[in-house]
């Protein structure tokens, strides 16, 4: 009987340690904290039937080398997002880059925005990405 209880408090012991250290390595895991990016975001609009209103923009915390918007107007077709437009706009020496666009694509599809925003400054480099809900052009 003794011997049954010495092998579950052992057993118990070495689970509390295991779960000690695991718990001790997860405290020390923590994600990196963006240095520069703050936000990007981008929106879609509908101005008449046949066009599609873009904006986009990137924003830095503080004034960075360079902060870049890019953005990829989307078609859904056969069942996958498709790139069948894009633009960029890049600023230097600045916290904010923005572009706004009118396009008239393609009718018959549905279309959605996705932009990629970049910030760059003393040897960093942050990226994020942003995209909307979709809109159909007939």
Known sequence: MKSVFNK???SLVVVVMLLSFSAALAAE???MARLYFLMGACKMGKPDNDTLY???YTLAKQQVSRVNVTIFLQAYINGTW???WSASQTAYGASKAEIDR???PSKGYIYRL???HNVYHQGVSETDY???GSLIVN
């Open 114 to 116: 996705f932009a990629e």
């Open 29 to 31: 895991i923590v994600p």
């Open 102 to 104: 009118f396009v008239k």
């Open 130 to 132: 942003s995209y909307t």
């Open 8 to 10: 579950k408090v052992v």
């Open 54 to 56: 873009l904006n986009a």
């Open 82 to 84: 498709v790139n069948v």
